[in-house]
């Protein structure tokens, strides 16, 4: 089954400490995102990556890094110098082409107290 | 920056009855994205439109991309239990970067008590 996947659902971390947020996804889709939502609040864009070894920052970029080493990978990590990191991460990708078209992974929910 | 208005904020619905939503902004978009979201889940892309006057359907909903650009709809008839969930719209300006997806910050659908 062609998809994107995040993992791990549910992620806790103690206040200062980096954590990494997985995404893979075998749609062989060229472009991918990563974007945070908040209660009641639309999906907001963090990073994303049109090629691989080449990423853009987003409109909430302070406080957070990426990777883009593979085409099917895209992991976020999420820094001590991120004031609110408690968040739902949402990951997604699409095809050059269409890129307006991103389809999302199913999310990973990070608590951090 | 961009916001999309998404209205209404929710609502409530009894099975069998239609549902129509919409989204405007003050800019003009060249892609209008609607989306479903169950929670805990990533958002699931239902319905994509591309050209001004658009109309569009998926099964029960059906989506028009305004004419004036500025505003999208959506409409859902005989709506089922499963239908409730949030709904997104999300729309990307001219001219935007690959990752210039704005969104709305959802109607969320529940069912009448």
């Known amino acids: 089954d062609g998809g994107i996947t995040q993992s791990p659902k549910y992620l806790f971390r103690k206040e200062g400490q980096n954590v990494t947020l997985s995404c893979e996804q075998n749609l062989n889709h060229d472009a991918m995102y990563w974007y945070r939502q908040d209660p009641g609040q639309g999906l907001r864009l963090i990073y994303y990556?049109?090629?691989?070894?080449?990423?853009q920052k987003g409109d909430i970029a302070e406080g957070y890094s990426v990777s883009r080493e593979k085409k099917e990978s895209f992991p976020l990590t999420v820094t001590s110098a991120q004031k609110n990191p408690t968040a739902f991460y949402l990951c997604a990708s699409s095809f050059s082409g269409r890129a307006r078209e991103q389809y999302f992974g199913p999310g990973t929910r990070l608590t951090v107290t | 920056g961009q916001q999309l208005n998404q209205s209404p904020q929710s609502m409530f619905i009894q099975e069998g009855e239609d549902v129509s939503m919409n989204c405007t902004s003050s800019?003009?978009?060249?892609?209008w994205l609607w989306y479903k979201q169950d929670p805990g889940e990533g958002p699931v892309l239902l319905i994509a439109?591309?050209?001004?006057?658009e109309l569009t359907s998926n099964g029960r909903l059906t989506a028009q991309f305004g004419i004036t650009r500025k505003d999208s709809f959506l409409n859902i008839s005989a709506s089922i239990p499963s239908d409730v969930g949030i709904y997104f719209c999300a729309g990307q300006l001219p001219g935007g970067s690959q990752g210039n997806l704005i969104f709305g910050k959802g109607t969320k659908l529940s069912v009448k008590p």
């Open positions: 800019s003009i978009f060249n892609t």
């Open positions: 990556s049109q090629i691989v070894n080449d990423f």
């Open positions: 439109l591309y050209k001004a006057g």
